[in-house]
């Protein structure tokens, strides 16, 4: 190893990874591998916490990209002394400074999914974090002429105009950007991805419970949610209840059973008999519903209470499975049997409002 004195300086971290006795060199900055890198560990760790600040995590990871040429130094003098097995600089740096940000942030490394990665370029001098999204679920009730999704905006369709605040998107508040405004700056998520479990029409009221979604909010500076919240629209109000914070991204999508009150219009008469026929046959019963380039899908109706409701007017309360569309189950258009088919009538869904959705378990992997 006396060779390794005379044809290289190494710092003295640099050194003992090697297996060397010491400091190779009185002035780390002239270390061949690192050029004084190691000693400036502390430095790299209060900028990293500096960056950290606001951000609430209980995991996190330190990733590493060094400056161009280190590793292969290491690797070259490794080569030379044939020097294998042996701890990487980029692996004791990363180690160092994860030690160090636990000891000061009170938070546990996690290396395989941590709640917050830290990548510190050190080429660079730059310090990037990303964040583990969060998946929140909850329950949302609507007034009619509330939308559930953001639509874009009419005048430039999505592309940005004076109309829209340059948003692109439809300034009326909806289910979504309703959520979309109160979650973000509490999670300090820019970006969030809506799954509705089900969805309805803009005329349709969502009564209480609601109807379920997921939010994805991403790269979230915070990861807390409060239960519910309430939101004012110039049509009545937007209520968002049962909100929690799920494990993780859900496998698969529960599937989930609604209740829904149909307003139905019919061209012929339709008397008590007739509804009464309809209650009978549409209990408990499975319908094909033909979608267009896909296979037919079987969903359950079960069951429908309908009544008279003035000249050629029937109000119906129908319990059925998600996916199978209300409009169609009434009209008969790709479904049977449906209503329209068990009454002999042409018919035509007005309206219908969602009374309650049941849903299913969700699973995590
Ligand atoms: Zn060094
Ligand atoms: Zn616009």
Same mark, same amino acid.
């Given at each position: 190893?006396?060779?390794?004195?005379?044809?290289?300086? @190494?710092?003295?971290?640099?050194s003992?990874?090697?297996?060397?006795?010491?400091?190779?060199?009185?002035d780390?900055r002239?270390?061949?591998?690192?050029?004084?890198?190691?000693t400036?560990?502390?430095e790299?760790?209060?900028?990293?916490l500096?960056?950290?600040? /606001?951000?609430?995590?209980?995991?996190?990871?330190?990733?590493?990209s060094?400056p161009?040429?280190?590793?292969?130094?290491?690797?070259?003098?490794?080569?030379?002394?044939?020097?294998?097995?042996?701890?990487?600089i980029?692996?004791?740096?990363?180690?160092?400074l994860?030690?160090?940000?636990?000891?000061?942030t009170?938070?546990?490394?996690?290396?395989?999914? *941590?709640?917050?990665a830290?990548?510190?370029?050190?080429?660079?001098?730059?310090?990037?974090?990303?964040?583990?999204?969060v998946?929140?679920?909850g329950?949302?009730?609507?007034?009619?002429?509330?939308?559930?999704?953001?639509?874009?905006?009419?005048?430039?369709?999505?592309g940005?105009?004076?109309v829209?605040?340059?948003s /692109?998107?439809?300034?009326?508040?909806?289910?979504?950007s309703?959520?979309q405004?109160?979650? /973000?700056?509490?999670?300090?998520?820019?970006?969030?991805?809506?799954?509705?479990?089900?969805?309805?029409?803009?005329?349709?009221?969502?009564?209480?419970?609601?109807?379920?979604?997921?939010?994805?909010?991403?790269?979230?500076?915070k990861?807390?949610?409060?239960?519910?919240?309430?939101?004012?629209?110039?049509?009545?109000?937007i209520?968002?209840?049962?909100l929690?914070?799920? *494990?993780?991204?859900?496998?698969?999508?529960?599937?989930?059973k609604?209740?829904?009150?149909?307003a139905?219009e019919?061209?012929?008469?339709?008397? *008590?008999?007739? @509804?009464?026929?309809l209650?009978?046959?549409?209990?408990?019963?499975v319908?094909?519903?033909r979608r267009?380039?896909?296979?037919?899908?079987?969903?359950?109706?079960? /069951?429908?209470k309908?009544?008279?409701a003035?000249?050629?007017?029937?109000l119906?309360?129908i319990?059925?499975?998600?996916? @199978?569309?209300?409009?169609?189950?009434?009209?008969?258009?790709?479904?049977?049997?449906?209503?329209?088919?068990?009454?002999?009538?042409?018919?035509k869904?007005?309206?219908f409002?969602?009374?309650?959705?049941e849903v299913?378990?969700?699973?995590?992997?």
């Amino acid at each position: 190893m006396i060779e390794a004195i005379q044809r290289y300086e @190494l710092c003295e971290p640099c050194s003992l990874r090697q297996g060397f006795r010491g400091a190779l060199s009185t002035d780390p900055r002239r270390c061949f591998i690192c050029r004084g890198l190691t000693t400036r560990v502390d430095e790299i760790r209060s900028g990293i916490l500096r960056r950290l600040r /606001g951000y609430e995590f209980r995991t996190f990871s330190v990733g590493l990209s060094l400056p161009e040429g280190m590793q292969e130094r290491e690797d070259q003098l490794r080569a030379e002394y044939k020097l294998k097995g042996r701890e990487t600089i980029k692996a004791w740096l990363s180690k160092s400074l994860s030690e160090r940000v636990a000891r000061a942030t009170h938070r546990r490394v996690d290396k395989m999914n *941590p709640e917050l990665a830290v990548l510190a370029d050190l080429g660079a001098s730059e310090v990037r974090l990303n964040a583990r999204p969060v998946f929140i679920y909850g329950r949302y009730t609507k007034p009619a002429g509330v939308s559930q999704r953001k639509t874009f905006c009419a005048s430039c369709r999505g592309g940005g105009c004076a109309v829209c605040g340059y948003s /692109g998107y439809e300034t009326k508040a909806s289910v979504e950007s309703t959520i979309q405004k109160k979650l /973000g700056p509490l999670l300090g998520s820019k970006k969030m991805k809506f799954t509705w479990i089900g969805t309805e029409d803009l005329e349709s009221t969502v009564e209480p419970s609601g109807r379920p979604f997921m939010v994805e909010a991403k790269n979230p500076r915070k990861r807390r949610v409060p239960r519910g919240f309430v939101s004012r629209t110039g049509m009545g109000q937007i209520r968002v209840s049962s909100l929690k914070l799920l *494990p993780s991204r859900p496998l698969k999508l529960p599937g989930f059973k609604f209740k829904t009150r149909v307003a139905i219009e019919s061209t012929s008469t339709i008397n *008590p008999e007739d @509804l009464r026929r309809l209650s009978r046959l549409m209990r408990n019963v499975v319908v094909e519903f033909r979608r267009p380039g896909e296979k037919p899908a079987y969903k359950r109706v079960y /069951g429908v209470k309908a009544k008279a409701a003035g000249r050629g007017g029937i109000l119906a309360e129908i319990k059925l499975d998600g996916g @199978l569309p209300v409009k169609r189950l009434v009209n008969g258009d790709s479904v049977s049997p449906s209503i329209s088919e068990v009454l002999k009538a042409d018919l035509k869904c007005r309206k219908f409002d969602i009374l309650k959705v049941e849903v299913g378990k969700f699973q995590f992997g």
